[in-house]
């Protein structure tokens, strides 16, 4: 094995061997990428859609055998997170969030007298006041996820489930998916 060669190390120090736990021998694979967008409609704040079938889907359509997935929205106040799909946990989560940022609090996001208006999708009239909903997005901090594939299926824990949260209002919403790798 060749050592791993640091260059921002100091002169004189040991080099450090990389060490792989599983090496997967991709010589007689080849390479491919699929997306797919799946359309849905949330019903209110906090709604939590499994997305983890489709995924596994498009994994298997893809004919993938090892890469990664990556699960991804455009939306500022959604986020896509991979966790347990367990009601009183999501409950306890949803109540926890509504405490840590109640929704009828004030938000300079909110507020069209000092707001920059090109900042807005629209007129004021139709711009939702949801200052609450980016706050919650960034504390969860992310719109994506990524998913490793090994042997045709997504690596998962037993009671992972890669799920789509809205933290807004009820709307049409797209989630964008990606499986990269070789088959």
């Not at 849905?40 to 993938?64: K, N």
């Not at 999501?90 to 109540?95: A, K, P, V």
């Not at 609450?132 to 594939?149: D, F, N, R, T, Y």
Request: aromatic residues 6%; charged residues 25%.
């Amino acid at each position: 094995m060749q050592p791993f060669t640091n260059p921002s190390r100091p002169a004189g120090d040991a080099p450090v061997a990389a060490r792989a736990d599983v090496v997967v021998e991709l010589d007689h694979l080849r390479p491919v990428m699929v997306r797919r967008s799946i359309d849905l409609l949330t019903e209110r704040a906090y709604h939590v859609t499994d997305v983890t079938d489709e995924c596994a889907d498009l994994v298997t359509a893809s004919g993938v055998q090892q890469g990664t997935l990556t699960v991804f929205t455009r939306h500022t106040t959604c986020a896509v997170k991979i966790n347990e799909r367990e009601t009183c946990f999501l409950e306890d989560f949803r109540l926890f969030m509504e405490k840590l940022v109640p929704p009828d609090a004030y938000y300079r996001h909110d507020d069209f007298e000092i707001r920059d208006p090109r900042t807005l999708a629209g007129t004021v009239e139709d711009e939702p006041a949801n200052g609450h909903s980016h706050i919650k997005q960034m504390l969860l901090g992310c719109a994506s996820e990524a998913v490793p594939v090994a042997a045709g299926g997504l690596v998962l824990g037993r009671w992972q489930r890669i799920m789509f949260i809205e933290l807004d209002q009820a709307r049409p919403r797209r989630i964008e998916l990606q499986v990269q790798g070789w088959r």
